[in-house]
């Protein structure tokens, strides 16, 4: 077992990651002596785990919400608050949110504004909501078809981070958590990308000690972004990589993969523009495609869904004055902000990405 000790100005609490780790979660709300606990837990993954989520819950108050994107709406944060006002709750009771990132923001939200803001505990149960998610304090739901545009910013008392709930997820969430710690291997620490791509296949196995070992490293990455800079301001956009040409991906209808999987084309397409306008060489430029192409299937992208994909980044909140923002590999583990991209720039990577296939 691992724990992390995060200090933040208004705020400090614990990371714990381990394997089985359930008990411990029992002894810290015991500990803390909140007036009552009231479980949030994604459907799927009460089914899975059901004798070992009762175990923890008693005779508390819980209630289960369909997890995916479109029940992150305020109708499913009201359902919540609803359940949370006859539960009997008060301003010293805490919300404990086991799910993935989806359970991890709603819950997030509802926690930081009952009664103002009562105790909130994560325990995030995807790769994805464990190496991300969990960190940073950020809440939200969707509205309309904009993505998190209603949230606060809510630090949980605690985070716990229980490997044996990856046991049954599907491999394609694995790969999307694998996607983000990439990423951090990317833009902060070529080493700790080098030990991924050494130890791919015991990761997608689940081999215990490296997925401990690389959560952890990738929860350290995250917290130092995000402690140097809460309120993403400007460090804090480096975890953008990937993510510009990765939100086209996304809402592109030949897209079928996950978040993280999204990423991944993101972070080659990107690494393509890089590659071309000279920032890195050739050999770095392969390894981000060759651990990109492990990580998700490479769709091949006509000229005319990559112009949709295009329209889509233009209305990316991080771009300034009609130029495009994109956070770009400027040498191992290092990276860049640009804001200067441009449309032929984004064909380009498209087509570099294709070359190696
Ligand atoms: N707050 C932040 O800083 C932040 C950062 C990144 C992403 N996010 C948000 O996170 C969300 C994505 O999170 P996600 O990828 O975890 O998605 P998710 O919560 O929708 O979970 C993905 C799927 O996995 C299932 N699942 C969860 N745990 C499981 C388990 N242990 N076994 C089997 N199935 C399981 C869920 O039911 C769901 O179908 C998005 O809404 C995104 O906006 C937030
Ligand atoms: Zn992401």
């Known amino acids: 077992m691992k724990i992390i000790n995060i200090h933040l100005p208004q705020k400090t609490y614990d990371i714990v990651i381990g394997n089985s780790i359930t008990e411990e979660v029992s002894a810290f709300i015991d500990t803390r002596k909140y007036s009552k606990a009231f479980y949030l837990i994604d459907q799927a993954v009460y089914r899975l785990h059901e004798s070992k989520l009762r175990e923890m819950i008693g005779d508390s108050p819980y209630k289960c919400i369909v997890s995916g994107e479109t029940y992150k709406t305020l109708k499913t944060l009201e359902s919540i608050l609803d359940k949370m ?68 910013f809510y630090q949980p008392d605690g985070v716990f981070i229980d490997t044996v709930f990856l046991e049954t997820l599907p491999q394609q969430e694995i790969l999307s958590g694998l996607g983000e710690m990439v990423k951090y291997g990317f833009i902060l620490d070529y080493h700790f990308f080098e030990m991924l791509r050494d130890r791919f296949d015991d990761l997608i196995s689940l081999e215990e000690s490296v997925i401990i070992e690389s959560i952890s490293r990738s929860i350290a990455f995250k917290t130092k972004v995000v402690s140097e800079d809460e309120k993403e301001s400007s460090i804090r956009k480096i975890l953008n990589f990937g ?57 091949d992208y006509s000229d005319e869904e990559i112009r949709d994909m295009i329209c889509v980044m233009r209305h990316d909140k991080k771009n300034t004055s009609g130029q495009m923002t994109m956070v770009l590999p400027k040498s191992e583990g290092k990276v860049i902000i640009v804001n200067d991209i441009q449309e032929e720039e984004i064909y380009i990577g498209f087509r570099s990405i294709k070359d190696d296939n």
């Open 85 to 152: 006002v006859k539960s009997h709750l008060d301003r010293h009771s805490v919300l404990v949110a086991i799910g993935g990132g989806v359970v991890g923001d709603i819950g997030g939200l509802a926690a930081s504004l009952f009664m103002r803001g009562i105790g909130l505990i994560q325990i995030p149960t995807t790769l994805l909501s464990q190496v991300d998610s969990s960190v940073g304090g950020k809440t939200a739901i969707n509205l309309g078809h904009i993505k998190n545009i209603v949230g606060t």
């Open 243 to 299: 993510h510009t040409v990765g939100h086209g991906v996304e809402l592109q209808s030949a897209f079928q993969g996950s978040h993280g999987q999204a990423v991944a084309i993101g972070m080659a397409v990107e690494g393509g523009i890089a590659y071309h306008r000279g920032y890195i060489s050739d050999t770095y430029f392969k390894s981000i495609l060759s651990i990109c192409h492990r990580i998700a299937f490479f769709p």
